[in-house]
């Protein structure tokens, strides 16, 4: 087996490993899950530094195969199995979220008695975001989404706030109809692709498209190519199924209208399943919406810019506007998330190098940024009893490390240069310019307006009035090690952003490439 199985692997037989040990044994339990995120994050260094920049497409490629099942239709036997590779969209995202991953285990302890049945839930939940992020199937990447909206569904309803069951059975309904609708379009993808190669029938201009006749596909690297250069199937369905698939993105990344479950879920959600939720798990929409409608259905993404540019802008103002109404820091934490989102949305309108780079350069920096002032916002929780901003205030004096690191955090938030912040809203700006200047204008707003409602939460949190609190107890000696890591990485994205720019850079160009 190869590296790229063992990426979700790990965490999978870590979590499979604590069901078997005793729940007496806490301590071993969490050390158990922490190595496997720990081997996950080892493993995705190891790939980026073998990482051939050189070579397009997907590396470190493996199979597993699982059954076989004989096709009538198509008079061919069809494999079923695993398929894991990276590329340079997903190698980013893949360390970000093992590093996330091994932050929320070491910085955020649990209850003895919930050790297991926590630790169970959460290392699958990192499983199958790694698993979303290196499938090369479509079967894989399905076994993963589902693996994900489960296990966060458990970490919600069993872990979660007062009224935890509202929240997680409102991700799980929410994000079960995204799952439908990329059900949908993957086999809408496949078979269509399939029938083409049955009927013997052309790409456009181009002869027969590779691959024998008859054949059905579930290969991402495959559908990639070949359906992006497949102008005439499915005639009019081909829009329908970038609709769908819109649909179904928008619905993941909790994009306006269907937000509501977002800032619910973060209400009710303890830190750690937060800091995974907020800083990965909502990314995964966007990761969707790059590999599989600008990758594979390039045409529909020029077609529909202007809705996509529309929508952006929409959840830039909107998620801007409901930040600065929020009263506590959970609700604001979500709604900044939802405008950064909506300037990924921009970017990928633009349909431009800059654009495309700068959307997923905001992926990473919206991860790092939501990941920190998920953890802070849990951190001064635990300490105050509350993370609602009418209950604090003064902390600066209390907890002036937490605070410290808490100023930090919402600047990189609203694009302090110098920060991951920065330079992801202005290459993403860049690149919308370039292909819808009056809506990225407008868009603009979104930037002012986050730093107004980021610098009054600071302001009424931190400084002001001194508010009691049942213990003020600053920065503990186990929870500098995310805070120092995380405020690293905000800084080395922000001062050296071809640390991963060089890898977004190849990802954007072959996207662009198979776009035309």
């Known amino acids: 087996m190869g590296l790229s199985v063992w990426l979700p692997g790990a965490p999978f037989l870590a979590a499979l490993l604590t069901l078997v040990l005793p729940s007496r044994r806490p301590t071993e339990i969490r050390l158990v899950t922490g190595l496997g995120c720990l081997v996950s994050l080892v493993l995705a260094i190891v790939a980026w530094l073998s990482y051939g920049s050189s070579q397009d497409g997907f590396q470190h490629v493996a199979s597993l195969a699982w059954f076989t099942l004989p096709n009538v ?19 980013p995202l893949l360390t970000l979220t ?12 649990r209850p003895a008695e919930q050790e297991k049945a926590y630790r169970f839930w959460q290392g699958l939940l990192v499983a199958a975001i790694l698993g979303v992020l290196t499938a090369l199937d479509l079967f894989t990447f399905l076994v993963a989404v589902e693996l994900a909206l489960f296990s966060g569904f458990f970490l919600i309803l069993q872990f979660g706030g007062p009224d935890r069951r509202h929240a997680a059975y409102k991700f799980l309904i929410y994000r079960g109809f995204a799952s439908v609708g990329l059900l949908v379009v993957f086999i809408g993808l496949a078979y269509g692709l399939a029938g083409l190669y049955y009927s013997g029938g052309t ?5 027969k498209l590779p691959g024998s006749v008859g054949t059905l596909t579930f290969s991402i690297a495959t559908l990639q190519h070949d359906v992006a250069h497949a102008a005439s ?8 199924l970038f609709l769908v698939l819109l649909l179904a993105v928008f619905i993941e990344e909790a994009f306006v209208p269907f937000h509501t479950w977002l800032p619910k879920a973060h209400e009710q959600a303890d830190t750690a399943t937060n800091m995974l939720i907020g800083g990965m798990l909502t990314k995964t929409g966007a990761y969707v919406l790059l590999r599989f409608g600008v990758g594979m259905l390039p045409d529909e993404v020029h077609r529909f810019s202007l ?46 190098s800059a654009g495309l780079q700068g959307a997923m350069f905001m992926m990473v920096s919206s991860g790092l940024l939501t990941a920190f002032l998920f953890y802070l916002a849990g951190a001064i929780e635990e300490r105050t009893g509350s993370s609602q901003m009418d209950r604090l205030g003064g902390l600066s004096k209390s907890m002036p490390t937490l605070s410290g690191f808490l100023l930090f955090a919402a600047l990189g938030s609203l694009g302090l240069p110098l920060t991951s912040g920065f330079i992801s809203e202005i290459q993403a700006f860049i690149g919308a310019f370039g292909g819808h200047p009056y809506l990225s204008f407008v868009g603009l707003l979104g930037l002012i307006l986050s730093a107004t409602y980021l610098l009054y939460a600071i302001q009424k949190t931190t400084f002001g009035p001194r508010v009691p609190v049942a213990a003020a107890v600053d920065a503990r ?34 996207l662009l490439g198979i776009g035309g």
């Open 73 to 91: 239709w198509l008079g061919h036997n069809l494999t079923i199995g695993l398929s894991f590779g990276v590329d340079g969209l997903s190698l």
């Open 98 to 109: 093992a590093v996330i991953a091994l932050l929320a285990v070491i910085g955020v302890p």
């Open 203 to 207: 790409a456009g201009s181009t002869p």
């Open 233 to 240: 199937v499915y005639g009019g369905i081909r829009p329908a």
């Open 307 to 352: 809705l996509l540019a529309v929508f952006g802008v929409i959840n830039i103002l909107y998620g801007a506007f409901a930040a600065w109404a929020a009263r506590g820091w959970r609700r604001l934490t979500a709604f900044s998330s939802i405008s950064h989102m909506g300037l990924v949305l921009l970017g990928i309108s633009a349909m431009n």
């Open 477 to 510: 000696a186990v929870e500098y090690l995310p805070l120092i890591v995380l405020t690293a990485l905000v800084l080395v994205v922000g001062v050296y952003p071809e640390i991963i720019g060089n890898l977004f850079g190849l990802s954007a160009g072959t």
